[in-house]
């Protein structure tokens, strides 16, 4: 029998990278609304791959900055229209919505839009 870790596989699907927005613009609007400071791109990168690396998926540097970027885009959205207080509720209501058994309609509209962005600007 073979005991050797299995290759990671690439997160290549549409699904996995709207996921990626999704977490990454909550992370980024908790980061905001709780310390008064945007995550960089490169920081969203890391978290990308961190977040990949936990259902043993990866994707390319490049492709982790562009969808960083997208996050990044749709958090400052968020945060230039929500005041302090509506915006710890939306980033805490995304931030729980990451468990599959919560259920959000905020983050489900969220959700809708992190579709819409990475539509209009799909990975290379």
Do not use: V
Request: hydrophobic share 40%.
């Amino acid at each position: 029998m073979n005991w050797q870790k299995a290759s990671p596989l690439p997160a290549n699907d549409r699904g996995t990278n709207i996921a990626l927005i999704f977490a990454l613009t909550a992370e980024r609007l908790s980061a905001y609304y709780e310390h008064g400071q945007w995550l960089t791109e490169a920081q969203g990168a890391t978290l990308s791959a961190d977040w990949l690396s936990r259902s043993q998926r990866r994707l390319p540097i490049n492709d982790r900055r562009h969808l960083s970027a997208l996050s990044d885009e749709l958090a400052r959205q968020i945060g230039d229209t929500l005041s302090r207080e509506a915006g710890l509720y939306t980033a805490h209501e995304m931030m729980e919505a990451l468990d599959p058994n919560y259920h959000s309609e905020i983050a489900e509209s969220l959700m809708t839009e992190c579709e819409r962005l990475l539509d209009a600007n799909p990975l290379a």
